[in-house]
Nanobody, 118 residues
């Protein structure tokens, strides 16, 4: 069992940066692929980024590639999403997720709101 708690969301102007963190409980954190997803009002939840258990591979949605960076610290049970050059279309609730593979997630956090003003 893994519990996930996101933090770091907020209001930022376009072009600014935010750093989202996800704190995980559970001794098996280091074995999971970790991902970030987001859901904007009236839209379906979409994939943002993922990182495998070792940190050796990362995946990004085309819409955030080159602007967002995902990283993890298995010793601290945390995963971070560094978001730069934010755009109004990045406004959404951002969710942290954990699972056995980049295309399967079993555990989800409650989400943190990110609002980018133009």
């Amino acid at each position: 069992q893994v519990q996930l708690v996101e933090s770091g969301g907020g209001l930022v102007q376009a072009g600014g940066s935010l750093r989202l963190s996800c704190a995980a409980s559970g001794r098996t954190f280091g074995t999971y692929t970790m991902g970030w997803f987001r859901q904007a009002p009236g839209k379906e939840r979409e994939f943002v980024a993922a990182i495998v258990w070792s940190g050796a591979r990362t995946y990004y949605a085309n819409s955030v590639k080159g602007r967002f960076t995902i990283s993890r610290d298995n010793a601290k049970n945390t995963v971070v999403l560094q978001m730069n050059s934010l755009k109004p279309e990045d406004t959404a609730v951002y969710y942290c997720a954990a699972g056995p593979a980049a295309d399967r997630y079993d555990y989800w956090g409650q989400g943190t709101q990110v609002t980018v003003s133009s």
